[in-house]
Structures are given as structure tokens and as C-alpha cells.
């Protein structure tokens, strides 16, 4: 694996900020494409790591319903739990009981189903992570990446603080255009506030055919959600010869 450095990261950024957009430009550049975007970039070396660059958190949150739900049913649970003696057949009876059986649907996510979901904005002030709820959210910056495979991860000083920022799912594909969905979790309650520098972007070299990314999160934008219900589970990729690389960001609110 052999990662991009913050001075090659920064230079192909400004290459592709100083030239034209058009489509009919790119068709006649030499191919493999090398195309790294990121926008806004701020250019302050405080930002670019060795060998990354931070990313800063979004405005948009949002939370799964049924998440919600199975924080009360516990609670509700727990309750019951305390009532009762704590002993093998208590327990055996709650493990059976109607309690979960007849209610398991009301906090139980399905993989074949459009998940329910509570957006909101983080108020100007910040907000408080809480711990066991998954919060769905974005980074500020729109990327595009060609001919290179992006990384995120979290960054050191937001990880001592017990805040995780995907749950495995920091890998990137060449060819990915939109912003970067985060999955924050908190391990203890901590205060957040939008802009904040969250994580970082790191680049891989590829080696071998290219194809790009063309899956369901294709320029995304805002906190989105699971899309693994949806069936069109189709390819998610296409061959290398395709052109709406050249498709910038969407506009900034």
C-alpha cells in the first residue's frame, strides 16, 4: 500500500483547481486520469498532514429511528429487571417472554427495508454525542478522486476522545465523487460543533486496469443513510472510458 504525500496531495488538488472543466478537455487527456478535488480546500499548511489532509464535520445529522426505540425498550428492560429477582428462571423467562418476541420489530433494523430516519442540524452552539446511538453524518468537503484510491480515517486527537467516525467503512473507490458519509459513535458523552476538523483524507496508488465508481452513492450529498435495501444491487463499477469526471461539486448553502 503506498500512500500519496501532503505535498503531492496539495499539488494535484491546486492542478485541477487552475484548469478547465470541460468534458470535451478531458476526453483528450492522456489516460489513466490522475484527478484529485476537494472542495472547499483550504490551502493553510495547518491542514495538510504528511501524508492526509483533514476533513471538517457537516451541519447534517441524522439518527435511525429504531436506534431510538431499543435505547427505551432497554431502559424499559432494565426496569422490569430490577423489579424482579435477577435468577436463571427469571432470566429464562425474559429471554422467551413477549417482551421481545411481540415487540422485536419495533427496534430491530432490517437489511430489506428503507430505513426510518430523524435529521437534524448540529444548532451553531454544538451539541453532545451521546453513546449507543449511531449518528449518520458528512463531511463539509465535496471530493472527487480519479485514478486513486481515498482513505478516511479519524484523527488521533478526536480518537482519545473516545469519538470513532466510521464503523469500518472508511475505504473509498476510484472514481467516487460527492461527500464522505461519517458513522460517528461515542464512547462517552462530548460536545461537537459543525466545522470542526473530524477526520482525514489519505490517498492510495492503484495498479492494474481501472474502473471507476459508479455505485448508489454516487455524488452524494448530505447525511445518508444504509442503501442497502434498495434492489438494484447492480455493479458498482464502470470502465475506465467514462467522462462525467468532470462534474464538479454541487453548490455550497
Known amino acids: 500500500m503506498s500512500f500519496l504525500t501532503g505535498p503531492e496531495i496539495s499539488r494535484l488538488i491546486m492542478k485541477e483547481k487552475n484548469k478547465s472543466k470541460d468534458v470535451g478537455e478531458l476526453e483528450n487527456e492522456e ?3 490522475r484527478i484529485i478535488d476537494i ?3 483550504n490551502p493553510n499548511p495547518e ?3 504528511p501524508n492526509s489532509y483533514n476533513l471538517c464535520l457537516g ?3 441524522k439518527v435511525y429511528e429504531k436506534n431510538l426505540r431499543w435505547l427505551e425498550k432497554r431502559r424499559e428492560f432494565i426496569s422490569q429487571m430490577c423489579v424482579y429477582p435477577i435468577t436463571p428462571d427469571s432470566q429464562a423467562i425474559w429471554r422467551t417472554s413477549d417482551f421481545w418476541m411481540k415487540q422485536v420489530d419495533e427496534f430491530t433494523l432490517r437489511l430489506d427495508e428503507k ?3 430523524i435529521e437534524f442540524e448540529i444548532p451553531e452552539e454544538g451539541m453532545i454525542l451521546w453513546p449507543e446511538i449511531l449518528y449518520i453524518s458528512e463531511t463539509l468537503e465535496w471530493t472527487n478522486t480519479v485514478g486513486f484510491a481515498p482513505v478516511i480515517e479519524g484523527r488521533s486527537s478526536i480518537a482519545r476522545l473516545d469519538v470513532s467516525v466510521h464503523q469500518t467503512a472508511g475505504f473509498g473507490d476510484n472514481g467516487f465523487r460527492g461527500r464522505w458519509t461519517l458513522e460517528l459513535k461515542a464512547g462517552i ?3 461537537i460543533k459543525h466545522g470542526i ?3 482525514q483524507i489519505a490517498y492510495n496508488t492503484v495498479f492494474g486496469e481501472e474502473k471507476y465508481y459508479k455505485g448508489r452513492y454516487q455524488n452524494q450529498v448530505g447525511a445518508v443513510e444504509s442503501r442497502f435495501w434498495l434492489k438494484d444491487q447492480s455493479n458498482d463499477e464502470e470502465p475506465v472510458k467514462q ?3 468532470a462534474n464538479g461539486p454541487p453548490q455550497q448553502n
Do not use: A, D, G, H
Open 39 to 41: 472542495t472547499p480546500f
Open 189 to 191: 458523552p462530548i460536545w
Open 59 to 61: 451541519k447534517t445529522l
Open 47 to 49: 491542514r495538510m498532514n
Open 115 to 117: 430505513p426510518k430516519m
Open 31 to 33: 489516460l489513466p486520469l
Open 243 to 245: 467522462t462525467s469526471v
Open 197 to 199: 476538523e473530524i477526520c
